[in-house]
C-alpha cells in the first residue's frame, strides 16, 4: 500500500509542478523570452494563452492513455504518461529564446506544450484508480485523497524553487537563463516516479477485468454512448476547482506584482502558506467526504466558492500584502476542500470497463473549461472591469459546478 500511495501521489504531484512552473514562467518571464511586444499587457495575453495549449490537448491524451488505461492496464499506461510528460517538461528548459531563434522560438514553446499536455491528459485518471481500486469500500475518498495531495506538494516544490531563484539571481539572471532550471530539474522527479511506478501491480478491479475477458474494445466508444451525461456533468463538477486554482495563483501572481506592487519573492512566500493550508484541508474534506458523502461536500463547497469570489477586489486590490495573503488563504483552502473528494467521486461515476477513460476525460475536459483560458479570460475582464468582473466570472465558475454535482448522481 505504501508503494501505491506513493505511486499515485508522486505523479499528480509532478503534474501539478511541470504546470506550475510554466505558469509562474508564463505569468514572470515568458512574454519577454518568446513574444517580443511593447505592449508588456500584450506579452502577459500571450505568454498566458500557451498556458492554455496543454489544457486543449489533455482530451487527447485522455482518450489515448484511457483508451490503453482500459485495455492494457493502469500500471504500464501510467508508465508511459509520466514519461511523455516528462520529456516534454525538460526540453520546454533548453529552448531558445526568441532573440536566438525567432518565430521558431514560441513555435517549439507552442509544440512542446501540446505534448505536455497529451502526456498529462493520462495521468491524473491513472493516479486516481491506482488508489481507488486499491481501497475499502468504506475509505474510497481518503485513498483517493492520495492523488489530491500532489498539487500542494508540487506546487510547494515549484514555489520553494522560484524563491530560491529570485534570492540568489538577479532579475537579467533569471530571464536569461534562470528559468531554465525547474524545467530541467524535472528529469529527477520524472525518473524518481518510473522507478516507483514500474513496480507496481495491477489493481484489483482491472485484474478481474481481464480475468474475465470483460475488457471492452474501444472504451471511448462506449464512453459516448452510454456514459455521456455523466461525462458531461462531470466534467461541469471539476471547473470550480480548475478556476479556483488558476485565477488564485496564476493571474494572482501577475496581478500582485505588478500592479499590487508586491515583490515577487514575497507573493510567492505568501503563495506558499496558502498552499499549505489547501494542504492541511485536504485531508480533512476526505474524512468529511467518507463520512458524509462526496456530493453533500461538493455542494458546500462549490456555494462557499460562489461567495468568497467576491473578496477578490477588497482583499487582493486594496488589502496590501495581508488582504493578498487572506484572499490566497480563502480561495486555495477551498481548492482543497473540493479538490479532496474528487479522486474519489469521478472514478464512482464510470463502470471498471470504461473507467480510466471516463474519469480522465471528465478531469480534463473540466481542465478545458475551468482553466486552460482562466488567466488570459481574467487579465482580458481585469482591463475592461477591474478585479470585480474577476471576482463574476470566479463565482460563475462555482455555480456552474454547483448545479452539476446537484443534478448528478453516481452510478448505481
Known amino acids: 500500500m505504501a508503494r501505491i500511495i506513493t505511486a499515485s501521489l508522486i505523479g499528480t504531484a509532478i503534474e501539478f509542478y511541470d504546470f506550475y512552473i510554466f505558469g509562474t514562467a508564463a505569468a514572470l518571464a515568458f512574454g519577454q523570452i518568446f513574444f517580443p511586444s511593447h505592449s508588456p499587457n500584450a506579452q502577459t495575453l500571450a505568454a498566458f494563452a500557451t498556458f492554455g495549449i496543454a489544457f486543449l490537448a489533455r482530451p487527447i491524451g485522455s482518450a489515448l492513455f484511457g483508451h490503453f488505461g482500459d485495455r492494457r492496464g493502469r500500471k504500464s499506461t501510467l508508465v508511459g504518461s509520466l514519461l511523455l510528460m516528462g520529456i516534454s517538461t525538460t526540453l520546454i528548459g533548453a529552448l531558445p529564446d526568441y532573440s536566438a531563434a525567432g518565430l521558431w522560438a514560441p513555435v517549439a514553446l507552442c509544440l512542446l506544450r501540446l505534448t505536455q499536455g497529451v502526456g498529462l491528459g493520462g495521468e491524473w485518471g491513472g493516479a486516481a484508480l491506482l488508489a481507488v481500486e486499491n481501497a475499502p469500500n468504506d475509505r474510497q475518498a481518503w485513498f483517493g485523497m492520495f492523488p489530491q495531495l500532489g498539487p500542494p506538494l508540487g506546487f510547494l516544490m515549484a514555489n520553494g524553487l522560484f524563491l530560491l531563484l529570485f534570492r540568489f539571481l538577479t532579475d537579467g539572471q533569471f530571464a536569461a537563463w534562470g528559468w531554465r532550471i525547474p524545467f530541467l530539474l524535472s528529469a529527477i522527479l520524472v525518473a524518481l516516479g518510473l522507478y516507483v511506478r514500474v513496480q507496481l501491480s495491477e489493481t484489483p478491479a482491472f485484474a478481474q477485468l481481464a480475468a474475465r475477458n470483460a475488457r471492452?474494445?474501444?472504451?471511448?466508444?462506449?464512453?459516448?454512448?452510454?456514459?455521456?451525461?455523466?461525462?458531461?456533468?462531470?466534467?461541469?463538477?471539476?471547473?470550480?476547482?480548475?478556476?479556483?486554482?488558476?485565477?488564485?495563483?496564476?493571474?494572482?501572481?501577475?496581478?500582485?506584482?505588478?500592479i499590487g506592487h508586491i515583490p515577487q519573492e514575497k507573493f510567492l512566500g505568501l503563495l506558499c502558506v496558502a498552499i499549505t493550508l489547501m494542504a492541511i484541508v485536504t485531508p480533512l474534506s476526505a474524512f468529511l467526504s467518507d463520512r458524509f458523502g462526496c456530493r453533500p461536500i461538493l455542494m458546500l463547497g462549490s456555494a462557499f466558492a460562489a461567495l468568497s469570489a467576491f473578496s477578490m477586489q477588497p482583499l487582493l486590490g486594496g488589502g496590501g500584502t495581508a488582504g493578498a495573503l487572506a484572499f490566497l488563504c480563502i480561495e486555495l483552502g477551498l481548492m482543497g476542500f473540493l479538490f479532496a473528494?474528487?479522486?474519489?467521486?469521478?472514478?464512482?461515476?464510470?463502470?471498471?470497463?470504461?473507467?480510466?477513460?471516463?474519469?480522465?476525460a471528465t478531469y480534463n475536459l473540466g481542465g478545458i473549461l475551468g482553466a486552460s483560458l482562466a488567466p488570459y479570460i481574467a487579465q482580458l475582464l481585469l482591463a475592461r472591469g477591474g478585479l470585480a468582473a474577476v471576482s463574476v466570472y470566479l463565482s460563475c465558475a462555482a455555480v456552474i459546478s454547483l448545479f452539476a454535482v446537484v443534478l448528478l448522481r453516481p452510478r448505481a
Open 341 to 360: 473528494p474528487m479522486g474519489a467521486y469521478l472514478p464512482s461515476l464510470f463502470p471498471a470497463a470504461v473507467r480510466y477513460t471516463g474519469a480522465s
Open 216 to 258: 471492452v474494445r474501444v472504451p471511448l466508444g462506449i464512453l459516448l454512448r452510454d456514459h455521456s451525461v455523466h461525462l458531461v456533468l462531470g466534467s461541469l463538477a471539476m471547473v470550480v476547482c480548475y478556476a479556483i486554482f488558476y485565477v488564485s495563483t496564476v493571474f494572482a501572481l501577475s496581478y500582485g506584482t505588478r
